[in-house]
């Protein structure tokens, strides 16, 4: 029901941009984040958007570098990443949520029902 897209190769310095197609809900989503794994450790928070419109929310890893981004009418979320890191290597998943949740939690994956399979960025 989640697919991610745009994941790859790239030098540090570089910009890649992940896509995040949705379909097949059943129940009606709140929240979005994208997720990243890197191995040996575990899955963080990177960033998070309310569905409905409005804020977003970054690590502070990323903040300033990356744009997660929503097309409602395309079912789509993204993450804008530029000026990447070697650090920023990890397997990216996009994720979505069933409930409303406090801003103190959008980066607790217990909080997403939905799960994409993930996409490889590696910087090098």
């Known amino acids: 029901q989640l697919v991610e897209s745009g994941g790859g190769s790239v030098q540090a310095g570089g910009s890649l941009r992940l896509s995040c197609a949705a379909s097949?809900?059943?129940?009606?989503?709140?929240?979005m984040g994208w997720f990243r794994q890197a191995p040996g450790k575990e899955r963080e928070g990177v960033a998070a958007i309310y569905t409905g419109g409005g804020s977003s929310y970054y690590a502070d890893s990323v903040k300033g570098r990356f744009t997660i981004s929503q097309d409602n009418a395309k079912n789509t979320l993204y993450l804008l990443m530029n000026t990447l890191k070697t650090d920023d290597t990890a397997t990216y998943y996009c994720?979505?949520?069933?409930?409303?949740?406090?801003?103190?939690?959008?980066?607790?994956?217990?909080?997403?029902?939905?799960w994409g399979q993930g996409t490889q960025v590696t910087v090098s």
């Open positions: 994720a979505a949520g069933k409930r409303w949740v406090g801003d103190g939690l959008l980066f607790d994956p217990s909080e997403y029902h939905y």
């Open positions: 097949g809900y059943t129940d009606a989503t709140y929240i």
